[in-house]
């Protein structure tokens, strides 16, 4: 090979191995849990997420909307979530005008026309959905819950199971079903026993799910509980249920009772370290009994960035020993959290969930502007200091291909064919192309991260 050659080879090489090394040098850590959201309004205007998370700097998997049986399926709305890069996530309340459905009534066929009108409709979907069909339904705040309405824990099996194979008896195949329990009182009645005594059956079900507050002191009746203190007994119940993966459909903190930033550090932590099992969450974000949005505080916006970004960096707190028969207060987490995103109501006591009316001027408080001292923009961490390492490579790969393009133009490659040399010009062009958008891309995000916004 004539030296004019080995030098564009060499080039090449050189090229490509920028090109292909740069997600190694660039990529940033992330915690391995899926981060979704419900915001009101958003399920009529998704811009109210997209907005959230580019000013947050993150990517929510999925976003959340509540529906009744009173309502119709929209397929826009569904739509709508996925064209902004969501997938839709519906929690499918089973009950009309707050007067919940009886499980027998479903079964027996009452409720046909409307189930099989709604599969349609989801149906026509070209993509994926995810339905929580009739969540908390161990509670005693949920109107179609057991106890209510003559549902018990056997006919709540039968009901779950007709609901999915009307779906699959109209093709429907693009809904991914979750059966999502409330966390487990601590002093749980013996209206339905465990999760195992109500749970449809692993071939009715895709993802286990839970739902979990800490209220803090926010009510008179509730304590400051840990991540840990409010999740543990009740996950380490439920993946013995069936072998699936969990996703947290309903989760946040109040600032009220000790600190909200020290409590999302904690729970990315804790995911991290202590659920396997679980493969997301989604945030409730919402003003609504108490402060539960992620923008409550710059602390803990400050602390939801960094651990969505893995870099929690604070000890998580060591409540792995405790029982669900020692907690801190015997009446904790039994009040209901009434979240099915019904109007805005400042009373803890149990009320039915009757409009599903969320305001969409309930949008977050802006975040706070940033300067070049301020939490976010001093918080460096290894893979930030990759970012000019990346850019380096980026550099040294558009050279290479310039000095291809070079020899081509001076006829360092005479000896090759004219087809060779349009397709080493072609694929320069290409390389250096795409090499400059990341270059651009990483060096957008670097002056972000210095600026802090």
């Keep these: 090979m004539r030296r004019g050659g080995v030098y564009v080879v060499i080039a090449l090489i050189i090229s490509i191995l920028g090109t292909v090394l740069v997600p190694l040098f660039s990529a940033q850590a992330k915690t391995r849990v899926e981060v979704s959201i419900f915001h009101p309004?958003?399920?009529?205007?998704?811009?109210?997420?997209?907005?959230?998370?580019?000013?947050?700097?993150v990517q929510f998997t999925s976003t959340k909307w509540y529906q009744d049986w009173a309502t119709a399926f929209d397929p826009s709305v569904a739509n709508a979530m996925h064209a902004a890069g969501f997938i839709p996530e519906l929690t499918w309340e089973p009950q009309l005008n707050g007067v919940g459905v009886a499980y027998n009534d479903v079964i027996g066929g009452s409720y046909d026309s409307y189930i099989t009108q709604t599969a349609l409709a989801v149906k026509s979907l070209n993509h994926t959905i995810r339905i929580s069909l009739a969540p908390e339904m161990n509670t005693?705040?949920?109107?179609?819950?057991?106890?209510?309405?003559?549902?018990?824990?056997?006919?709540?099996?039968?009901?779950w199971r007709h609901v999915v194979t009307k779906f699959r008896d109209a093709g429907v195949t693009n809904v991914r079903w979750i059966w999502s329990a409330n966390v487990r009182p601590w002093?749980?009645?013996?209206?339905?026993?465990?999760?195992?005594?109500?749970?449809?059956g692993s071939e009715y079900v895709d993802y286990l799910g839970l739902d979990g507050y800490n209220w803090g002191t926010s009510q008179s009746w509730s304590v400051?509980?840990?991540?840990r203190e409010?999740?543990?007994?009740?996950?380490?119940e439920l993946v013995g249920v069936a072998n699936k993966d969990v996703l947290i459909m309903e989760i946040a903190s109040t600032?009220?009772?000790?600190s909200k930033a020290q409590w999302i550090s904690d729970m990315f932590a804790t995911l991290e370290s202590s659920f396997p099992r679980v493969k997301g969450f989604t945030w409730f974000n919402i003003n609504k009994e108490t402060d539960w949005r992620i923008t409550s505080s710059e602390s803990a916006t400050t602390s939801f960035i960094a651990g969505y970004k893995g870099q929690s960096s604070t000890t998580t707190t060591n409540s792995s020993t405790q029982s669900t028969t020692n907690k801190p207060s015997s009446t904790a987490q039994t009040k209901p959290a009434n979240n099915s995103a019904n109007q805005v109501q400042s009373t803890p006591e149990p009320v039915a969930d009757p409009a599903l009316e969320i305001p969409v001027e309930e949008i977050p408080k802006p975040l706070p502007k940033k300067t070049a001292g301020s939490l976010v923009a001093t918080q460096t961490t290894a893979n930030d200091a990759k970012i000019p390492l990346a850019n380096l490579a980026i550099i040294l790969a558009i050279i290479a291909n310039g000095l291809v393009l070079a020899s081509l133009f001076v006829n360092r490659l005479h000896h090759l064919s004219l087809k060779k040399k349009f397709f080493l010009i072609g694929l320069g062009l290409v390389d250096s192309v795409y090499s400059a958008r990341q270059l651009r891309h990483r060096q957008e995000n670097f002056y972000r991260k210095i600026r802090g916004i």
């Design 187 to 200: 002093n749980a009645s013996a209206l339905y026993g465990s999760y195992a005594n109500i749970f449809p």
């Design 140 to 159: 005693d705040w949920t109107p179609w819950g057991i106890g209510k309405q003559g549902n018990t824990a056997d006919n709540h099996k039968l009901f």
């Design 224 to 227: 400051w509980q840990t991540f």
């Design 255 to 258: 600032e009220i009772g000790g």
């Design 230 to 236: 409010v999740f543990e007994s009740s996950y380490n």
């Design 41 to 57: 309004g958003a399920a009529y205007n998704t811009g109210l997420v997209t907005s959230l998370q580019q000013s947050l700097g």
